[in-house]
């Protein structure tokens, strides 16, 4: 049976937006979830591997007498540290992945009534490579004026630390509604900031009300996804205490310490996907209560059938 098309070029109330982002996933999840991976297989490894030099040398690290492999000691902070670069530029090209592929995914979805091709999604990112790679450096840049700012905010208690969620929200849907503008209409990078920007700050409120909302959901979505691994660890090193197991030069230890950072990491990296799937679903709303285009497209058609 085929899955119910969402029309997404609707003029929405809030609570309406939400639905239609669960609708969307409830509909598309599986199909979704299998291009995702397909896309995101090398960042899974490479995750993977990060987790593990990153635990073996932090472990390294606390207890000095780390043992790898046959035996051979090892430098542990050369572990730790590359570990960290390795994660960190993982995260990098991993955004730009996620950003890409979900905007690229849901603008397919709507321009074909709900029929995703896996290849028309690469030739999407193909076509706007120039633009992505600009504004994921532009969007640098503006993380690292967030950041100062945010080490200002840091001392004005309470305030300060509603003003950095909201900042950091505002960023959010800031960055995602670019990406969309990116995708839909093939947009360059000024046009699309100036939409992107537009959309954010002409419905502030909604926006940051939506980039909360969405957020609190998918941290759930990521508490659940790592709530297994959590669990296996604390049994672990409960027990492990109990029977006086040294931690720090265990190899089980390792395994296990690797397999939840990497499923925390995977579920970060997941979930801040599904978030620009959800600034895509506000995106077209915004769109289509400034445009009106899906309202007079469906007003013509009454008129020829008439």
Same mark, same amino acid.
């Given at each position: 049976?085929?899955?119910?098309?969402?029309?997404?070029?609707?003029?929405?109330?809030?609570? +309406?937006?939400?639905?239609?982002?669960?609708?969307?996933? /409830?509909?598309?999840?599986?199909?979704?979830?299998?291009?995702?991976?397909?896309?995101?297989?090398?960042?899974?490894?490479?995750?993977?591997?990060?987790?593990?030099?990153?635990?073996?040398?932090?472990?390294?690290?606390?207890?000095? &007498?780390?043992?790898?492999?046959?035996?051979?000691?090892? &430098?542990?902070?050369?572990?730790?540290?590359?570990?960290?670069?390795?994660?960190?530029?993982?995260?990098?090209?991993?955004?730009?992945?996620? =950003?890409?592929?979900?905007?690229?995914?849901?603008?397919?979805?709507?321009?074909?009534? @709900?029929?995703? +091709?896996? /290849?028309?999604?690469? /030739?999407?990112?193909?076509?706007?490579?120039?633009?992505?790679?600009?504004?994921?450096?532009?969007?640098?840049?503006?993380?690292?004026? =967030?950041?100062?700012?945010?080490?200002?905010?840091?001392?004005?208690?309470?305030?300060?630390?509603?003003?950095?969620?909201?900042?950091?929200?505002?960023?959010?849907?800031?960055?995602?509604?670019?990406?969309?503008?990116?995708?839909? +209409?093939?947009? @360059?990078?000024?046009?699309?900031?100036?939409?992107?920007?537009?959309?954010?700050?002409?419905?502030?409120?909604?926006?940051?009300?939506?980039?909360?909302?969405?957020?609190?959901?998918?941290?759930?979505?990521?508490?659940?996804?790592?709530?297994?691994?959590?669990?296996?660890?604390?049994?672990?090193? $409960?027990? #492990?205490?109990?029977? +006086?197991?040294?931690?720090?030069? #265990?190899?089980?230890?390792?395994?296990?310490?690797?397999? @939840?950072?990497?499923?925390?990491?995977?579920?970060?990296? $997941?979930?801040?996907?599904?978030?620009?799937?959800?600034?895509?679903?506000?995106?077209?709303?915004?769109?289509?209560?400034?445009?009106?285009?899906?309202?007079?497209? /469906?007003?013509?058609?009454? @008129?020829?059938?008439?």
């Amino acid at each position: 049976m085929n899955k119910p098309y969402i029309e997404l070029h609707n003029r929405n109330s809030f609570g +309406d937006i939400v639905n239609v982002y669960f609708d969307f996933l /409830k509909h598309n999840f599986k199909n979704y979830t299998s291009i995702y991976l397909r896309y995101n297989a090398i960042s899974i490894i490479l995750s993977v591997i990060a987790s593990y030099l990153l635990v073996t040398g932090f472990l390294g690290l606390a207890s000095r &007498d780390f043992r790898f492999g046959m035996g051979n000691s090892v &430098d542990n902070e050369f572990y730790f540290f590359a570990a960290v670069i390795i994660l960190f530029i993982i995260l990098f090209i991993t955004s730009l992945i996620n =950003y890409s592929f979900s905007s690229a995914y849901l603008s397919e979805y709507a321009n074909n009534k @709900g029929i995703v +091709d896996s /290849k028309n999604i690469w /030739k999407r990112i193909k076509q706007n490579i120039g633009a992505i790679v600009l504004f994921i450096f532009l969007g640098f840049g503006m993380y690292i004026v =967030y950041f100062m700012i945010s080490a200002v905010l840091t001392f004005i208690p309470f305030i300060g630390m509603l003003a950095q969620y909201g900042i950091s929200f505002l960023m959010s849907a800031l960055f995602g509604l670019t990406f969309m503008s990116i995708f839909s +209409d093939n947009k @360059g990078i000024g046009d699309a900031i100036s939409e992107g920007w537009g959309f954010t700050f002409s419905n502030f409120g909604k926006v940051l009300l939506y980039g909360f909302v969405i957020g609190i959901l998918n941290l759930l979505i990521n508490v659940f996804i790592i709530s297994f691994p959590s669990y296996l660890i604390g049994f672990y090193v $409960y027990f #492990s205490a109990e029977s +006086d197991i040294d931690l720090m030069s #265990s190899t089980l230890a390792s395994i296990i310490f690797t397999f @939840g950072f990497a499923i925390f990491l995977l579920s970060f990296i $997941y979930t801040q996907a599904l978030s620009q799937i959800a600034f895509g679903i506000l995106y077209y709303n915004l769109y289509e209560d400034k445009y009106n285009v899906y309202l007079r497209q /469906k007003i013509e058609e009454i @008129g020829v059938n008439e």
